[in-house]
């Protein structure tokens, strides 16, 4: 059984950082798509950041040189390092994981989902 379980979340002062992290149990493929999503309030679920099996990343625009993905693979975890967080940054973080090595933040890529972790940045 496949599980995700994010923590890192909580509420900053615009310019602030944090870090989330993903613990990833029950998912040992070869090829594999992990990344991040949010959602805000009466928004849709967008794309963040994703990286696959061979360590490439992608980010969305919104966050280019403010976030960065990584993965610790010695322990099953997934990280997303934020800074100079907006108040536009202000949702419910998922993490995900799907079976493909395809590089990309199209979220019907992604299979399994954890339950979220909220991220509050005030002005």
């Known amino acids: 059984q496949v599980q995700l379980v994010e923590s890192g979340g909580g509420s900053v002062q615009a310019g602030g950082s944090l870090r989330l992290s993903c613990v990833v149990s029950?998912?040992?493929?070869?090829?594999?798509?992990m990344g991040w999503f949010r959602q805000a309030p009466g928004k849709e679920r967008e794309g963040v950041a994703s990286?696959?099996?061979?360590?490439?990343?992608r980010c969305a625009d919104s966050v280019k040189g403010r976030f960065t993905i990584s993965q610790d693979n010695a322990k099953n975890t997934l990280y997303l390092q934020m800074n100079n967080l907006k108040p536009e940054d202000t949702a419910m973080y998922y993490c995900?994981?799907?079976?493909?090595?395809?590089?990309?933040?199209?979220?019907?890529?992604?299979?399994?989902w954890g339950q979220g972790t909220q991220v509050t940045v005030s002005s």
């Open positions: 995900a994981a799907g079976p493909s090595n395809y590089l990309t933040l199209n979220r019907a890529f992604f299979r399994y």
């Open positions: 029950g998912y040992t493929r070869s090829n594999y798509l």
């Open positions: 990286i696959n099996a061979v360590g490439s990343t």
